[in-house]
């Protein structure tokens, strides 16, 4: 099934003159499903699927599940909670063991530095894996995955991400999107 180029809701436009996509849980796994027709296309074929954390392990299980391929996770974040804290992503969990001598496909949400996937492909050669891809919904900026969905500047606004419960327990409009909503 193709996706509709009609699907994301453009919100309004930025005084930065760039989209806000507006994702909803149906259009972000057609993203996925795209995603991983274009793995499978390539020729590429994964043995296990590895989602960065946490929003990477969304796509990721959703493309091993595609791909019928094992999948694991991997915590790199630069945020504690809600906050950003850090400048450079860390890394808070041990790389799979199991990539060892297999291909690999590494998922996160979106890439803009690349960072985050330069930083998990260094965590996996240390574990010896027979080849390493890269792969993302959206990519933004210079670094270029080796598979992506959807190449974009806009905003996202991830289904996920939305809104947020508050200390009510009422569901609220994420802080971070006021603006851009």
């Known amino acids: 099934m193709p996706i509709s180029r009609t699907s994301p809701r453009r919100v309004r436009e930025p005084a ?3 989209a806000v996509l507006e994702l909803s849980w149906e259009v ?3 993203f996925c499903r795209a995603l991983a027709v274009k793995v499978a296309q390539s020729g590429y074929k994964p043995d296990l699927v590895i989602g960065i954390a946490k929003a990477g392990v969304i796509p990721g299980a959703v493309i091993a599940s595609i791909l019928r391929c094992d999948f694991f996770s991997m915590k790199i974040s630069r945020d504690v909670g809600v906050e950003r804290v850090r400048s450079r992503p860390k890394i808070f969990s041990e790389t ?3 990539a060892q001598n297999r291909n690999v496909l ?8 690349g960072e985050t996937l330069r930083m998990a492909l260094n965590a996996l ?3 010896a894996p027979a080849e390493m891809k890269t792969a993302v919904s959206f990519a933004k900026g210079k670094y270029e995955p080796d598979f992506y969905a959807l190449r974009t500047e806009a ?3 991830f289904p996920w991400d939305r809104q947020v419960v508050d200390d009510d327990g009422q569901l609220l409009t994420n802080p971070m999107y006021e603006e851009l909503l």
Do not use: H, K, L
């Open 125 to 127: 050669r240390q574990v």
């Open 155 to 157: 905003a996202i606004i």
């Open 96 to 98: 799979p063991r199991e």
């Open 106 to 113: 590494i998922v996160d949400e979106i890439a803009t530095s």
């Open 28 to 30: 972000f796994g057609e």
């Open 16 to 18: 930065m003159d760039s």
